[in-house]
């Protein structure tokens, strides 16, 4: 069973910086699809960034040049770095493993982080 718990997010100010991070403690991390999504108040779930098995990555056209999401299998750990943090970031940021792998393909999701950058 997946379980994914983020960390990492705060209170940050315009302009700075901010990594969180999610751990999952399924047994099968090396093969999951990865991804970061936000949702903030009044606003649906969006996608900021994912993350194949193979590394490949894909960004949100709002973060691109200023996010980059990684992972670590060793550490069953996937991360996303945020540069120049705007206030319109702030949103609270949810962790996603998607079974890619599996006959019937799967999403979980962590309980979220939040993220607030004050102007």
């Known amino acids: 069973q997946v379980q994914l718990v983020e960390s990492g997010g705060g209170l940050v100010q315009a302009g700075g910086s901010l990594r969180l991070s999610c751990v999952d403690s399924?047994?099968?991390?090396?093969?999951?699809?990865m991804g970061w999504y936000r949702q903030a108040p009044g606003k649906q779930r969006e996608l900021v960034a994912t993350i194949t098995s193979g590394g490949s990555t894909n960004y949100a056209d709002s973060v691109k040049g200023r996010v980059t999401i990684s992972r670590d299998n060793a550490k069953r750990t996937v991360y996303l770095r945020m540069n120049s943090l705007k206030p319109e970031d702030t949103a609270v940021y949810y962790c996603?493993?998607?079974?890619?792998?599996?006959?019937?393909?799967?999403?979980?999701w962590g309980q979220g982080t939040q993220v607030t950058v004050s102007s």
């Open positions: 399924g047994s099968i991390f090396s093969l999951n699809a």
């Open positions: 996603n493993a998607k079974s890619t792998w599996a006959p019937v393909i799967r999403d979980y």
